[in-house]
């Protein structure tokens, strides 16, 4: 192949050398034969190597060989193999050479070597305990790159019979309770030990009782009322026959300043009262004209009348009177429309007049009211429970808990006055109870009970949040935190009345 490349080679060097004998036959005299420069013959040459030396080098001929550079140096020839007596190979110093055979296998084997190398060689790249670097986290695994192989698990016979005998067990005594419940509601045992449960311990009564009250450890001689023979024994020297007159202290539900009624005039009185105001102003404005502190005031004009003012200049020029007339009337209205703009309230100041209007002083004393819900589950109602006391500047807290769900609110006398309507009229709590197809069972009726409503010292929630309680004693642990929890017994005990 290679001598036929060259065979190739040779014959277009003899083609491009050969000199054109043709002559074009062509009508056009102005055209002369073409001739060929040693210039471009040794450049298509050149073209003609590189193009043959590219395919060689891409591989579109594999099986011609490279060009040797030089013919008298003579090709690299293979090391010659050398034998000794007994049909061994050794080298040139006579040492025995172990020669690498090469073994057919299966491409099965071949991956399963490649993977064990991979293995070997992540191993020891990962040989570093990662627990010792700074920003290692034990929580965080990592996935495997390989699933691992997973083992057949056998279950043992028997076993989901087990398992279905326990889940029947289980329904069985949740089917007892109910109807022992439900026969101890009929009968009235539930009510009466559930109301025991709210009565508080005699230990709990009896735990913060001092032996003597401070009041009486000024007249007691010892430090208990009763002595060893059990009498009571006074201190003679502070007992007299004078009475003492305690200091009458302000109450602190008391205002600070005095409180007048204001006093409510009639529609008459407001008016003579106004028309008495505007004739003081317009005579101090015409105090002012007099003394020659402001310029008289131009006279009212408008089109009814606008002859018997002007007069005889009306007459002469109509079109300019009526329009300085029009004019002095707009200039009058703009003034008008300024006053208004200028009394007019900003966005911002009616924003704050309508807190001013919602917030109440509590400082005094703060209002406290107790609803009782038996079904807090529908979103819009609790939706309507918040918005509506955030609205109001009211505080307070919801404890969502199964039917008994109790809604705390503090506020004003007058927030809660629109609270109580929207919790009591205004919310329609019947629509939430889907009706029961079976008639034989009783219709349970979603409604709002109002439980107690008073006076309280201070607030004791913030912004109004919703809590829910597994249990009845989560729920009155929850308000045992902010010191109510005489509101969850309050609630708790109405629900068991019910």
Known sequence: MMLNAQKMIEERKKALSIPSTGVQKNNNKDKKPQITTDFEKQAKIAQLQAQIQKKLATGIIKTVPSVPKTLNSSAEKPTPLILDSEGRTIDITGKEVQLTQVIPTLKANIRAKKREEFKQTFSEKSNDDPSEVKFFDPRLTVKANVRTKRSLKFHEPGKFQQIADRLRMKAQLEKLQNEISQIARKTGISSVTKMA??????????????DVEWWDSVILDGASYLNENGEVQFKRSNISHLVEHPLQMRPPTDPLKPVFMPVFLTKKERKKLRRQNRRETWKEEQEKIRLGLEPPAEPKLRISNLMRVLGTEAVQDPTKMESHVRAQMAKRQKAHEEANASRRLNPEQRRDKKIRKLQEDTSLGVN??????????NPSKKFKIETNSKQLFMTGCVIMCKDCNVVIVEGGPKQQKKYKRLMLHRMKWEDDVIKNKDE???????????????MSKQRNFGEIKFKVCTSEKLAREQLKKHGVEHYWDLAYSDLIMD
Do not use: M
Not at 197 to 210: D, G, I, S
Not at 440 to 453: A, D, G, H, Q
């Open 368 to 377: 406290v009211a107790i609803y009782r819900i038996k079904d807090l589950g």
């Open 440 to 454: 034989s069972e009783p219709k349970s009726n979603n409604k709002c009970s109002l439980v107690w409503e008073g």
């Open 197 to 210: 449960l709210l009565v508080p311990k005699e230990e709990q009564l009896t735990e913060h009782c001092p």
